[in-house]
Nanobody
């Protein structure tokens, strides 16, 4: 099992950028597909992006495609989410998660971080 800790959230103006990091401890980071999810107040947690075991394959929600980039560094046990051209509707708590499957389904991720708040002002 891996333990995950997110960092890098904060307050940014619309059009700005943030880079989120998720550091993993424990065993076998490179054996997990990694995903980023987000949850806005009053809404369900939703998929944002995922990256494959080695980092070669990525997949994004339509709402962030072309603006966000997910990547991973297996030597550093870290996954990143570069967020550009941020919009107020991107405001949410962002979570990283680990899965043994290449999936976008929340229920198929079995390790989660505590979340980091991202607030985009208009």
């Amino acid at each position: 099992q891996v333990q995950l800790i997110e960092s890098g959230g904060g307050l940014v103006q619309a059009g700005g950028s943030l880079r989120l990091s998720c550091a993993a401890s424990g065993r076998g980071f490179s054996r997990f597909h990694m995903g980023w999810f987000r949850q806005a107040p009053g809404k369900e947690r939703e998929f944002v992006a995922r990256v494959s075991l080695g980092g070669a394959s990525t997949f994004y929600a339509d709402s962030v495609k072309g603006r966000f980039t997910i990547s991973r560094d297996n030597a550093m046990n870290t996954v990143y989410l570069q967020m550009d051209s941020l919009k107020p509707e991107d405001t949410a708590v962002y979570y990283c998660a680990a899965s043994v499957l290449p999936t976008i389904a929340t229920r198929q991720y079995n390790a989660w971080g505590q979340g980091t708040q991202v607030t985009v002002s208009s």
